[in-house]
């Protein structure tokens, strides 16, 4: 298997919701990220797992909460959002230490 | 956070022409790679030039890099419609995982 699958594809979302995003890949990679995405933008870094622990948090507001399970699974949970954090949320991963990315499709998140 | 820039912004060809995008970035580099973005999708990696290469071929793609003027470029030969997507490249500085990007060009391939 040499994707990564990322669900829901959709998710509309109201401001005191409590939603998650899920991203699983069986590539045995050990390394998983989350970015966002604006449109027109690149991708912005939002966490690093590497080896199951969180290794890279760039500044992300608390209400963005990542969590790794294992080695395949990478969840990001969200409470209490804001209308700007509508973005395409996209998940990766990597062999440790190798710099090549493979991204899953993303989540188009609406805040309402 | 964006250390280079890409030119151009956007780039519309005629199926079957080639098209060149250019990516620059500031500091020194360990890679630096081109990624894929279909409208709305996830990136798709495409090719990786290491900075002590200068010149590197994936089939229909050519990239070549230019460490001295820290500049990268990405043609993508005989163009088809399914090229039709926006093209970002990233550098990779220390190694801790974080990708550098540029801001995309926006390529158009019209039938």
């Known amino acids: 298997d040499t994707e990564v699958t990322q669900t829901p594809k959709h998710l509309v979302m109201g401001m005191t919701n409590k939603k998650s995003l899920k991203c699983e890949q069986h590539?045995?990679?050990?390394?998983m990220y989350w970015y966002k995405q604006k449109a027109k933008k690149p991708p912005e870094l939002m966490f690093v797992?590497?080896?199951?622990?969180?290794?890279i948090n760039e500044s992300v507001p608390s209400r963005f909460s990542p969590e790794c399970p294992n080695s395949s699974l990478l969840n990001l949970h969200l409470h209490a959002l804001q209308p700007e954090d509508s973005a395409l949320y996209l998940c990766?991963?990597?062999?440790?230490?190798?710099?090549?990315?493979?991204f899953g499709p993303g989540t188009r998140l609406t805040v309402l | 956070s964006q250390q280079g820039e890409e030119d151009p912004q956007a780039l519309s060809i005629q199926e079957g022409e080639n098209a060149t995008m250019n990516c620059s970035y500031k500091?020194?580099?360990?890679?630096l790679q081109w990624y894929r973005q279909n409208s709305g999708r996830g990136l798709v990696h495409l090719i990786l030039?290491?900075?002590n290469e200068r010149e590197k071929h994936s089939g229909r793609l050519r990239v070549t890099l230019d460490t001295s003027k820290k500049s990268s470029s990405l043609l993508i030969t005989a163009s088809r419609a399914a090229d039709t997507a926006s093209y970002f490249c990233?550098?990779?500085?220390?190694?801790?995982?974080?990708?550098?990007w540029g801001a995309g060009t926006k390529l158009i391939i019209k039938p």
């Open positions: 990766a991963s990597s062999q440790a230490g190798q710099p090549e990315q493979f």
């Open positions: 590539m045995g990679h050990r390394a």
């Open positions: 797992y590497s080896y199951e622990k969180l290794s």
């Open positions: 500091t020194s580099i360990n890679n």
């Open positions: 030039i290491r900075s």
């Open positions: 990233a550098t990779d500085v220390e190694s801790n995982y974080q990708l550098i």
